[in-house]
C-alpha cells in the first residue's frame, strides 16, 4: 500500500512509520519542514507540507490508499512545553485541521483518512464523556500532570471528532488510551470503540509502539470506517 503520514516525526507518527515500513508499504512522510530529515531508509519519501493548507495536502496526497494524520502543533516529541501551550492558545486548531483535511479529500474519494486524536472524548461510562465536563477533565489533567487550561484543548480534539462525524468521506479516528507513552511493541492488546478499554487496574493505557500496530492493522484491514475506534491492554 500507499500510506502518508501527516507528523511523521512525533512520537505516534514516527512508529506508524517504522511500523509500516516493516510490514513493506510505501510511506510518504509528511513534516512542516521536511529538509531538516535526513533518511536512508528505503521505500520512503519525506515531504514538506501546512495540514491547515486544504489545496496543499490535496496536491500532496495522489496516489495514496491511507492518510495517517497525527498532527499536532508544534512538535510533541522534541518539546511538548510548547504543543501543550500552543494547543491552549488556540485550541480551534484541531477543528481546523479535520476540516481541511475533508476538504483535500474531496478530490481524492478513494483515499482513506485516518486521524489520531484524543481520549477525551471517549465514554467513560455510558452517556458520560470526559471532555463534555470541567470537573472529570480537570481530575484527569491533574493525574497526568498537565495544566487544567489544557481542557481546551481536549475539548478541541472532540469538536474535531464531531467535523469528521458529519462528513461522507472515507474517515476513521483513533482515540488512543489515556495513557500513551513511548515503550514496547508487544502486540497483545484489546481493540474497543467509544469507551476507553481498560486493563486489570482499570486503567487505560497503550505503548504507541502497539498503537502503531493498531493504525497499520486499521489501515490495512479496515474495520472503523466512519467510526471512531480505540486501544488499551
Known amino acids: 500500500m500507499r500510506i502518508g503520514v501527516i507528523g511523521a516525526t512525533g512520537t505516534i507518527g514516527s512508529r506508524v512509520v517504522t511500523e509500516a515500513l516493516g510490514r513493506g508499504h510505501q510511506v510518504m512522510a509528511f513534516s512542516r519542514d521536511a529538509t531538516r530529515i535526513k533518511e536512508h531508509r528505503k521505500d520512503i519519501t519525506w515531504k514538506s ?102 481542557a481546551a484543548a481536549v475539548r478541541g480534539h472532540r469538536d474535531a471528532l464531531n467535523v469528521l462525524r458529519t462528513s461522507n468521506r472515507l474517515w476513521t479516528y483513533f482515540s488512543p488510551a489515556e495513557d500513551i507513552s513511548p515503550g514496547e511493541r508487544t502486540g497483545r492488546f484489546r481493540v474497543g470503540g467509544d469507551q476507553p478499554v481498560l486493563d486489570a487496574d482499570g486503567r487505560s493505557r497503550i505503548s504507541a509502539e502497539d498503537a502503531a500496530i493498531a493504525l497499520l492493522d486499521e489501515a490495512e484491514l479496515p474495520r472503523f470506517v466512519q467510526r471512531r475506534f480505540t486501544v488499551g491492554y
Not at 502543533?73 to 476540516?99: F, K, L
Not at 461510562?125 to 487544567?148: K, T
Open 49 to 150: 507540507i501546512d495540514v491547515l493548507d486544504a489545496d496543499a495536502v490535496s496536491a500532496a496526497i495522489p496516489g495514496l490508499d491511507v492518510l495517517i494524520s497525527g498532527f499536532q502543533p508544534g512538535n510533541a516529541a522534541e518539546d511538548i512545553a510548547d504543543t501543550v501551550a500552543r494547543s491552549i492558545a488556540d485550541p480551534t486548531v484541531y477543528v481546523t485541521a479535520a476540516r481541511a483535511l475533508l476538504k483535500a479529500l474531496e478530490s481524492h474519494p478513494r483515499t482513506r483518512l485516518i486521524v489520531i486524536g484524543g481520549a477525551g472524548s471517549l465514554e467513560i461510562e455510558p452517556g458520560v464523556v470526559r471532555a463534555d465536563s470541567d470537573e472529570l477533565l480537570h481530575e484527569a489533567l491533574d493525574a497526568i500532570g498537565l495544566p487544567r487550561e489544557y
